[in-house]
């Protein structure tokens, strides 16, 4: 069975400076999807990047990239000029590229704050 | 676009009671997923549907969790009768085809307290 795991509980960040959340992860597939989620207090998921396991290249959604290793297993997520809106809970997930069909495996998650 | 909708958004109940929660995808999302997040936890899968039928329910507890989706829209999920240890947010997503890369879009949840 596939695990996510978030070894960061807590993480704080100054705004406008970077910091960079860790998730490895365990599978003996090849073909998989690996996301990023944020949580605010309202409680709804937003998902805030991907990455195909196939693809070499690093997902980057505008202030937010992932380093993507994939023999390592490995997929954290980079903030950069951090803001006070991206305070949340981040959770990493992986999703199977076959077998159930889109179940979302998360991790535990990792709580984020920023000081002005 | 409207989101995906969930009520109520609150609820406390005494254990051993019943409880429902309600959801309505986005429209035209084929696939609708229940999950289970309790404190500290990232959400953990209760059930898939694709249209009105189960594509996965292996983590639901079938034994006091029942979910529906008839006509292939709105879903409601129930526990009868609840325990302490189901207090826990519980998140509906909807994704329009199944699955792979396909982005999930969640609810914003019901969060239960048992007593």
């Known amino acids: 069975a596939q695990t996510v795991t978030q070894s960061q509980p807590e993480m704080s960040v100054q705004e406008a400076e970077t910091v960079t959340l860790s998730c490895t992860y365990d599978t003996s597939e090849s073909d998989y999807y690996l996301f990023w989620y944020k949580q605010p207090p309202s409680r709804q998921m937003i998902l805030v990047i991907r990455q195909e396991a196939y693809k070499q290249q690093n997902a980057t959604e505008n202030r937010f990239s992932v380093n993507f290793q994939k023999a390592a297993k490995s997929f954290s997520l980079k903030i950069s000029d951090s803001q006070l809106g991206d305070a949340a809970m981040y959770f990493c997930?992986?999703?199977?590229?076959?077998?159930?069909?889109?179940?979302?495996?998360f991790g535990k998650g990792t709580k984020l704050s920023v000081k002005p | 676009e409207a989101g995906v909708a969930q009520s109520p958004r609150y609820k406390i109940i005494e254990k051993r009671q019943s409880v429902a929660f309600w959801c309505n995808p986005i429209s035209g999302h084929a696939t609708l997923y229940w999950y289970q997040q309790i404190l500290g936890q990232g959400p953990k899968l209760l059930i898939q549907f694709q249209n009105n039928g189960v594509v996965d329910d292996s983590q639901l507890p079938k034994d006091r969790f029942s979910a529906e989706r008839l006509k292939g829209v709105d879903s409601t999920l129930k526990i009868q009768p609840a325990k302490l240890e189901d207090s826990a947010v519980y998140l509906c997503?909807?994704?329009?085809?199944?699955?792979?890369?396909?982005?999930?879009?969640f609810g914003q949840g019901t969060r239960l307290t048992v007593v």
């Open positions: 997503a909807s994704s329009s085809l199944p699955g792979y890369g396909t982005e999930a879009f």
């Open positions: 997930a992986y999703r199977s590229a076959g077998g159930s069909q889109g179940n979302l495996i």
